[in-house]
Structure formats: structure tokens, C-alpha cells
Nanobody, 125 residues
Framework: VQLVESGGGLVQSGGSLRLSCAAS????????IGWFRQGPGLDREGVSC????????YYNDSVRGRFTTFTDNVKNTVYLQMNKLKPEDTTVYYC???????????????????WGQGTQVTVSS
């Protein structure tokens, strides 16, 4: 199983980025796919989760209304569209997969089975 993130980069405050999480070895529609972010010395924070089997998406309060997660089952890829980015959104973003539902926000990162390598997002003020 492999999750490969891409799409990170440097953007000005108020700008947009779209992160991709391309999966191989699993079918994203069968898994809950979470997006997390982690700054230096900080705990990994849940950003969003999507479960096609549930038909649900969830968001951290700090990103709700600005970020959107969605899947492309033809490409077996999950996306995180990030709009109205703020400097405090600067950190490394990871996607992760777990069989079952999101159980947002109760399920901690340790309950996710597979992780991508992370992609850096930097928002300048």
C-alpha cells in the first residue's frame, strides 16, 4: 500500500493550493481517508476526513468553510482543496487511510493504518 501526496508549495496569504493523495494497493472508496498536519514539536492535528462508504466528510473547525476534501475514484486519489490560506496553515500535511468510518474526531492518528510521506505547505503573510 502506498499513499503519495503532492501539491504542496509556497503561496501568499489568501491564496489556494490543492493537495493530492494518490493511493495504490487500496481503493480509496473502501477506506476513510484523513488529512492531518503537524508542525515542529506539535501533535499531529486532524484537518479533515472523508468516507465514501459513509457518504460523509468532516472538517476541523479551523478549516471548515475554507478547505474541501473530495475523491476521484477513477484516479483513486483524494484531494484537499485549500482556499483562503492563512500563515497559520503553514506546516507539513499528510494523508492517511484506515479501513472503516471516520468516527470524526474521535479516532486518533494512531488508528490510521497507512500514511503518506507528507508535503510542505508554506503560506507567507
Amino acid at each position: 500500500v502506498q499513499l503519495v501526496e503532492s501539491g504542496g508549495g509556497l503561496v501568499q496569504s489568501g491564496g489556494s493550493l490543492r493537495l493530492s493523495c494518490a493511493a495504490s494497493g487500496i481503493t480509496v472508496d473502501d477506506y476513510a481517508i484523513g488529512w492531518f498536519r503537524q508542525g515542529p514539536g506539535l501533535d499531529r492535528e486532524g484537518v479533515s476526513c472523508i468516507s465514501r462508504s459513509e457518504g460523509t466528510t468532516y472538517y476541523n473547525d479551523s478549516v471548515r468553510g475554507r478547505f474541501t476534501t473530495f475523491t476521484d475514484n477513477v484516479k483513486n486519489t483524494v484531494y484537499l482543496q485549500m482556499n483562503k490560506l492563512k500563515p497559520e496553515d503553514t506546516t507539513v500535511y499528510y494523508c492517511a487511510a484506515r479501513r472503516g468510518q471516520c468516527w470524526w474526531p474521535a479516532v486518533p492518528p494512531v488508528m490510521y493504518e497507512y500514511w503518506g510521506q507528507g508535503t510542505q505547505v508554506t503560506v507567507s503573510s
